[in-house]
């Protein structure tokens, strides 16, 4: 009988790891695409513009082939940038 329970308590317990496991993968995947492909959509403009077209010396859609240093900078713009502006906005109407 021990051993029953003990057989049902790993598969559920194995089987509630998996699950977290995928919620984890799940999260971490839209993170990466939210971060990397709207961040860069975002910034890349803004940047674009506030450096008189020097930098980023890649292209719009050549995220792809692009140092991560310059990556995480057009990230941050494209990301911050939207969170600040709707904050002000708001600020201004009260």
């Given at each position: 009988m021990e051993d029953l329970i003990e057989t049902v308590v790993k598969v559920i317990?194995?089987?509630a790891?998996?699950?977290?496991?995928?919620?984890?993968?799940?999260?971490?995947?839209?993170?990466e695409?939210?971060?990397e492909k709207i961040g860069?959509?975002?910034g890349w403009p803004?940047?674009?513009l506030a450096t008189f077209g020097r930098y980023p010396s890649e292209?719009?859609?050549?995220?792809e082939k692009t140092k991560p240093l310059s990556l995480l900078f057009v990230g941050i713009t494209g990301i911050t940038?939207?969170?600040?502006s709707v904050?002000?906005?708001?600020?201004s109407l009260k």
């Open positions: 317990g194995r089987g790891l998996g699950v977290f496991r995928f919620l984890v993968f799940l999260i971490w995947a839209s993170f695409f939210t971060y860069w959509w975002l803004v940047v674009r292209g719009f859609l050549n995220d940038y939207p969170i600040i904050y002000l906005l708001v600020q």
